[in-house]
């Protein structure tokens, strides 16, 4: 009864199919600074790529018929890759190595957790295959989205699910963050337009585009995304290269990313997906419960203040965490140490171990039962 009366208000939504393209467009940009600005005005972390998602869902389940060409998509992963390595600082690998062992247990203890929940959406069912496991790994959101569909999951289900994931942490985080400390600052305002060191900036541009154009020919998995992000991290641990990156370039391969995913919802995937939402929203919920059950034991065994750990086991993306870490009196380098060191590891290990519930469970990305 609620799948027929899900699909009925879908079904009665405005049809965009006979509307010219560049009507659709005009729909589309609208709907996505509408949106971005709301998400914005609640201080979301994840704002600019959200809302562009959600707006594309919007229209997609319009039947609108507009599409982003996919090297957009493809230069758009380049961008991003050299975000998270601007972001793997040689500050971090020295917090680890000053504890290694304690990061370490930290950093599986979360990463079973997800994997556990991931495993129990699959095994009832909830989400297909891998799917369920991507979409249950803490990382950045935008990252695990894109691993995913390398490796052959629904990255429409996934980054539902990621980015569910990150609204419900941001909130909670940004809450604990201000009764912890009251009075906390806010996050500076962007300067979108902010000059630009030249030389930098082209040589970022080479290395995004560059690295994202060459990976598909060699057949890497998420090449387009991971080539950037480790040539990127590798030169700038050596000093060989600054990563830079406008904003406003960012915002633009936040929307491209974020209308790429939301433009291929299409009315059955979208009932399917609102039918999980609340069993997924559970999933989260426990998964952020026992993060914290986690941070109560980190913050005894490493000695620093209860925020901090809980910040730095959140499973939301390492990006909304170092904002909302940012602006608390916590200690950032052990924050994004962990947080990173967590997404690294996913990284890693992700493809075997979602390989490894598909088999478990015997449910392809399909539906159907694997043959193993």
Request: charged residues 10%.
């Amino acid at each position: 009864m609620m799948e027929k009366r899900a699909d009925s208000e879908l079904a009665r939504g405005v049809k965009l199919s006979t509307w010219p393209l560049p009507a659709q467009w005009l729909v589309l940009a609208s709907a996505t600074a509408a949106i971005v600005a709301a998400l914005s005005h609640v201080h979301l972390p994840a704002a600019l790529m959200l809302g562009a998602m959600i707006a594309a869902i919007s229209v997609a389940a319009q039947d609108a018929r507009i599409r982003l060409p996919n090297l957009a998509f493809i230069l758009a992963q380049g961008l991003i890759g050299c975000l998270v390595a601007r972001a793997l600082k040689p500050s971090i690998l020295s917090e680890i190595r000053a504890d290694w062992l304690l990061f370490f247990v930290a950093v599986v203890s979360v990463i079973l957790a997800a994997s556990f929940l991931g495993w129990l959406l699959a095994r009832s069912r909830v989400l297909p295959g891998s799917t369920a496991l991507w979409g249950s790994f803490p990382g950045a959101a935008t990252v695990m989205a894109l691993m995913a569909e390398a490796y052959g999951a629904d990255i429409r289900l996934v980054a539902l699910m990621q980015y569910l994931r990150v609204v419900l942490v941001a909130a909670t985080a940004s809450i604990v963050a201000a009764v912890w400390t009251p009075g906390g600052g806010a996050s500076a305002p962007i300067n979108w337009f902010a000059p630009v060191a030249p030389l930098p900036f082209v040589e970022t541009l080479l290395l995004a585009f560059g690295g994202a154009l060459i990976a598909p020919k060699l057949r890497i998995p998420a090449g387009s995304l991971l080539l950037p992000l480790v040539i990127g991290a590798v030169l700038g641990d050596l000093g060989v290269m600054t990563i830079e990156l406008p904003p406003w370039l960012l915002a633009a391969s936040y929307a491209v990313v974020g209308w790429s995913i939301g433009l291929r919802f299409t009315r059955p995937i979208l009932v399917y997906a609102l039918r999980a939402l609340p069993r997924i929203a559970l999933a989260i919920v426990a998964l952020i419960a026992i993060c914290a059950l986690f941070a109560v034991v980190l913050a005894k065994a490493a000695h620093v203040d209860m925020l901090t750990a809980y910040l730095a086991t959140s499973p939301g993306g390492a990006d909304s965490v170092a904002i909302i870490a940012a602006s608390s009196k916590v200690d950032v380098p052990f924050v994004m140490a962990l947080q990173m060191a967590r997404f690294v590891i996913i990284l890693v290990i992700g493809p075997r171990l979602a390989r490894f519930v598909v088999e478990l469970t015997g449910f392809s990305e399909t539906g159907h039962e694997s043959k193993g």
